[in-house]
């Protein structure tokens, strides 16, 4: 099995990226840091970049190496704190690498024909699709953005045999999660990387919407009941925590 990998370098992507190599798969990965192994399939690429000339460089590289039964979706930053703080350019940064840049990437798999027959495309959004998320509004809006986009996609590609996917994990312990999280927050509960990465691959290819771990699923379910209470719980836990400033 062929498969491809956004954000392979750390997190969701790099469990991903040891999962499939753990089963046999060929495995290529883009991401923005540099290949920790010679013998891996890396392009290192921005996927904020708004550079059309390292797209271009992207697509014959994928070219080379299509087309994909599994593409996954995973690289992704944020921003957090109060909205006011943040510099304007960081909530853009966040918007290109979590929307814009997944979107563009689809468009050059489906243009290439890079996607197999009976191939998954996944998109990797979060629990925020289901509540409010006070103190990371750009965040939410690109995962929101990301979650229309893969329902939008979904009809038009099963008709093609493409089945589009949606996972929407909550907190992962991840760097990427300790980066931006409220200082002193000490991680736990936060969900491994591994469980989500073993939930997608298990997912059967007609299943849309992937919420992986029962603290994630109930979330989701009370986040559609009882959203306006969910987000005040959520302005409790994260934004309060984040008054005195954004992360670095």
Known sequence: MKVLVTGGASGLGAALVVAC????DRV????????????LAWFQHDMGSPDPQDW????????ARGPFDLVVQSAGISATGPFESIAPERHLGVIGVNLAG???????????????????LVFVASLSCFTG???AASYAASK???????????????????FVQLVCPGPMDTPHATRYAPEGSSGKGRIAPET??????RAAPRQFGIVPGAGPKLTAT????????????????LFDKLRSGPRP
């Open 133 to 135: 998320y006070p103190g």
């Open 21 to 24: 190599r753990q089963r046999g």
């Open 222 to 237: 009370l986040g559609r009941a009882f959203p306006q209470t969910m987000t005040r719980i959520m302005g409790r836990v």
């Open 28 to 39: 290529s990965v883009i991401d923005l840091a540099p290949a920790p192994e010679a013998d």
């Open 56 to 63: 271009a460089q992207l697509d014959t590289w994928l070219a």
């Open 196 to 201: 989500v990465a073993r939930a997608i691959l």
């Open 144 to 162: 929101d953005g990301l979650a229309t986009f893969a329902r939008s996609l979904r009809k038009p590609l099963r008709k093609q045999e493409i």
């Open 102 to 120: 997944p979107i563009q990437l689809a468009l050059i798999l489906h243009q290439g024909g890079l996607m197999a027959q009976g191939g998954r």
